[in-house]
């Protein structure tokens, strides 16, 4: 759907955060005279009010009967379209759609797809990934924007000038959807991986799947790269879309930490700024998808040693009276938590777990623990009461310390103590942080300022926008 087609029609708009400004702002500039309807909390409306647009009434109720009364609603990608009122209107006719539908749709060339883009996907890696691949389109004299879910949102580049050779589009499973409901394809898609999380937004593991995957088959890129070990994306059949796998033999993929291209040599991966053998293996996905810009990938493939790694994101804050903290508050699944231990496998950890419960299961995780635990494990948050509990039997058998703690302050006390003086207190808590916090980085903001440590300057996202 292009902005134009919004006129004659009633929208409106739903949700106040980046995204429903940039959706305000790129609606305004096309169509001035269209009237808009915002729903959000009070504290957004006194902010929607200041910018003095006399078109734009705001109301803080979304009923199922307002939300019923628009042809379409632009919604920001935190609101669930599977929530009881939204389904209601939907069923009146509603339409729901994002920014990212809105950005698809004026880019969308006389064929249908959206030339040069590069969409991410993933329930792990997305973010690295997606900066890997600007960082080496750069590196080999492309411009190239990093934009969507990482940090800046694609209506704040409507229509750059100049407009960059490449975007490298970071797409979470909340706006997956959207890009096939914009009626433009991607040039590429990239799909990382499959697993659960953000049940409470899309309601079940099967509709997590399905919402994800539509980036694939519903949008039907162009080309489709996809791990060929994820046992989700490998049982994929895309008859619109020309396959390249990453992961097999045939092409990009790791024996060990050495990167081949097939049967060919290229690197060690083991010195290179990416930490976990996860965010190597994301390499093969990257060289991938820039061999299918046509790209030479093996060229570009050692600009990866300069690679800035991501803040909140195995991070390496610093290290003080013998211990080490490493910031990993981008994990929000029991799945990133047990992949974060892997990267210190064979040193004293205590690893900081729970925060908001999505319902999401910590099965896997305790057995885990019965196999291979860290030194200490302090539980924390909405779910820490749940996943103690687990884990408490298999404690004593595995011999790993098993404290709960009140807060994050209270978890990094904890974690001191049990290491006392040697080790590495790894922030991985494997779930979100509402509630406690606003958002990752602000926990993440938080762990660094406990550690005794500038907040500021982890926070920084390298290369965001577009160079």
């Known amino acids: 759907m292009r902005i134009s087609q919004l006129e004659g029609h009633r929208v409106a708009l739903w949700g106040w955060g980046r995204e429903g400004r940039a959706a305000h702002r790129a609606i305004r500039s096309r169509l001035p005279q269209l009237p808009l309807i915002l729903f959000c909390n009070a504290e957004e409306a006194a902010d929607a009010l200041a910018l003095g647009d006399a078109l734009l009434s705001v109301e803080t109720d979304a009923t199922a009967a307002r939300l019923g009364a628009f042809d379409v609603v632009v919604k920001s990608p935190g609101i669930s379209p599977y929530r009881p009122e939204a389904i209601a209107a939907a069923a009146q006719g509603t339409r729901f759609i994002g920014g990212t539908a809105l950005w698809f749709g004026e880019h969308a060339n006389a064929e249908g797809f959206a030339d040069n883009t590069v969409c991410v996907t993933g329930t792990k890696g997305k973010s690295t ?172 493939a050692p600009h990866a040693a300069s690679f800035k790694p991501l803040p909140h994101r195995l991070q390496t804050v610093g290290a003080r009276d013998g211990i080490t903290y490493v910031n990993d508050s981008i994990s929000t699944t029991p799945h990133a938590s047990l992949a974060a231990l892997d990267v210190f496998r064979g040193r004293r950890v205590a690893i900081l777990v729970g925060g908001h419960d999505r319902g999401l299961p910590w099965d896997e995780f305790a057995d885990a623990m019965g196999a291979s635990a860290p030194l200490a494990v302090i539980t924390m948050g909405q779910n820490g009461p749940r996943i103690f509990d687990l884990l408490e039997p298999v404690a004593g058998e595995a011999g790993f310390a098993l404290t709960a703690a009140a807060d994050l302050a209270d978890a990094m006390q904890q974690a001191r103590a049990a290491l006392a003086g040697e080790g590495v207190v790894l922030l991985s808590p494997g779930a979100p942080s509402f509630g406690a916090y606003r958002d990752y980085v602000a926990r993440g903001r938080h762990f660094a300022e406990l550690a005794g440590f500038d907040p500021d300057g982890i926070s920084a996202i390298p290369g965001l926008g577009i160079a």
């Open 129 to 300: 990934t997606t900066s890997l691949l600007a960082h080496l389109l750069r590196a080999g004299g492309h411009s190239a924007a990093l934009v969507g879910n990482i940090g800046l949102p694609l209506l704040e580049v409507l229509e750059p000038q100049p407009a960059p050779a490449y975007w490298a589009i970071e797409l979470s499973s909340y706006q997956t959807g959207d890009v096939a409901a914009s009626g433009a394809r991607p040039a590429i898609a990239v799909a990382l991986n499959v697993f659960p999380e953000h049940l409470d937004w899309h309601g079940s593991h099967e509709r997590y799947v399905a919402d994800k995957l539509r980036l694939l088959t519903e949008a039907k890129p162009r080309i489709a790269v996809l791990n060929a070990n994820d046992p989700i994306l490998s049982a994929l059949r895309l008859p619109d879309s020309d396959i390249r796998w990453f992961g097999s033999e045939d092409g990009w993929h790791l024996r060990g930490d050495a990167l081949h291209r097939g049967g060919r040599f290229v690197m060690d991966t083991l010195s290179l700024p990416l930490p976990g053998r996860h965010n190597r293996g994301n390499l093969c996905a990257v060289l991938t998808a820039v061999e299918a810009l046509g790209l030479d990938a093996v060229a570009l």
